[in-house]
């Protein structure tokens, strides 16, 4: 059997090119936006079984220094513990502090039927003046979106503000670190991959204007929710983060990263749990590919978000290709198969310079991903241990091709449901389930 590795090899010659020119414009200087007003910023955090984890989280969101005005929406899920005792009790009586109840009729319906529930509570409050408000039109609301595993930094909504003054903009994200990373190499290996992410891919398209949304710490202009009718996350999508921005952009708005802030989540610290959700993750990725035509047909889009856009979207069969690539040299190598391969022909003869330029293509996006962890997340390695930290990188990245095998099997079998991510109790304490509703309290609607 004979193999041309041609093609894949100038495919993915063409990825690390755009990586590196990624990495290139990330390292612009950006200028802050000026403020110019203060929304109120309304935080709705999905909560389901998230007794060990949600009193830190609502503990640390009433811990905000914005001086704008800020509210918190708890959505108890349906939850089967004391998720919701727990989140008033966090809230010790304050009164900007609201837990919702859906009950087993409307609850655990999935994320995106949560915040869809969130949204039209909000609104309603909006039209109807709800005090809790503070009498806020709903064009001056922003919805934020946090976890229940989530840790704002305390600056966040301050840092965030600034970017509504300019009214084209619907959604901006902030960055996403891993708040265990010290307690595992596996949670150490999924902060590499959120931070690098983080100051490479989401800086630079902020610069091209196709940064993207994620399912924790975004925040969303509500005017431009309302502009995606009464569900504007999707009740179907596996990543309604993604699906959620691109309708955005489709409709004309704005997305924006802001670096100047960030929320912290937990990683996963076994297997198994991890690959479920990768294996979400890119079967959701492959959900978006319907969004491909209405990109290219949008035409008040800036042709370099669309084609950007397209392009990640597209790019979730890179793991595919580096995976067959490296398959394909294994087995040559004991010659099961017979490879071939005539990249850059005709360009660089074969000897130094071109195994010069064929280690860099290898090399170089690991090195851009390492150097950016080191630089930017206080987990970093120490220097002596980066190179072993950039190898377990690489190894921890083929998790991705199985969760690809994974999803192929789960959408050629038209499976969609999702198991929730687990927890884990980061921290030594917590308050006790107070005895009954504390003043903030909501029924659901």
């Not at 990825?15 to 990624?22: D, E, M, T």
């Not at 994320?111 to 909000?122: A, D, M, P, W």
């Not at 670190?177 to 100051?199: K, P, Y």
């Not at 290709?321 to 017979?338: E, K, Y």
Request: aromatic share 10%; net charge positive; glycine share 8%.
């Amino acid at each position: 059997m004979s193999l041309d590795l041609t093609a894949p090899s100038y495919a993915i010659t063409a990825v690390v090119v755009y990586y590196a020119a990624l990495a290139v414009l990330a390292t612009r200087p950006a200028r802050r936006p000026e403020p110019a007003g203060e929304p109120l910023v309304v935080v709705v955090v999905p909560a389901h079984d998230e007794e060990l984890v949600i009193a830190a989280t609502v503990e640390g969101l009433t811990r905000s220094r914005y001086t704008g005005g800020w509210r918190v929406l708890v959505m108890d899920d349906a939850s089967g513990d004391s998720t919701g005792p727990v989140a008033r009790a966090a809230a010790r009586g304050d009164r900007r502090v609201r837990v919702v109840e859906r009950g087993p009729d409307v609850g655990g319906r999935g994320k995106s039927s949560v915040l869809n529930h969130g949204y039209r509570l909000v609104s309603e409050w909006a039209e109807s003046g709800d005090p809790w408000l503070a009498g806020s039109r709903p064009e001056d609301l922003v919805l934020g979106v946090v976890d229940a595993d989530g840790r704002l930094d305390p600056s966040c909504f301050e840092s965030v503000a600034p970017y509504f003054s300019d009214p084209s903009v619907g959604t901006v994200q902030v960055g996403v670190r891993i708040a265990n990373a010290g307690r595992s190499l596996l949670a150490r290996m999924q902060d590499m991959e959120f931070v690098a992410f983080t100051w490479l891919v989401q800086v630079a398209r902020d610069r091209i204007g196709s940064s993207g949304l994620g399912g924790n710490g975004q925040f969303v202009r509500l005017d431009a929710l309302r502009s995606l009718g009464p569900e504007p996350w999707s009740p179907h999508a596996l990543t309604e983060d993604l699906d959620l921005g691109l309708r955005l952009v489709e409709r004309g708005w704005t997305t924006r990263f802001c670096p100047y802030a960030y929320v912290e989540q937990q990683g996963l610290e076994s297997w198994r749990p991890l690959l479920r959700q990768r294996t979400r993750w890119i079967q959701g990725h492959y959900q978006c590919w319907r969004h491909i035509p209405r990109l290219v047909a949008a035409r008040h889009v800036d042709w370099r978000a669309r084609a950007d856009l397209v392009a990640y979207l597209v790019l979730v069969l890179t793991v595919v290709l580096v995976s067959f690539d490296l398959a394909a040299v294994v087995l040559a190598s004991t010659g099961t198969v017979h490879a071939t391969d005539s990249f850059l022909s005709g360009l660089a003869a074969y000897g130094l310079a071109y195994r010069a330029v064929s280690l860099a293509i290898s090399v170089l996006p690991l090195a851009i991903f390492t150097t950016a962890y080191q630089l930017h997340s206080p987990h970093r390695f120490r220097w002596y241990a980066a190179p072993a930290g950039a190898a377990l990188f690489t190894l921890y990245t083929y998790v991705w091709a199985y969760a690809t095998l994974r999803a192929w099997v789960r959408i050629l079998l038209r499976r969609r449901s999702w198991t929730k991510t687990p927890r884990v109790a980061l921290d030594a304490a917590r308050p006790r389930a107070s005895p009954g509703p504390e003043p903030g309290a909501a029924p659901a609607r």
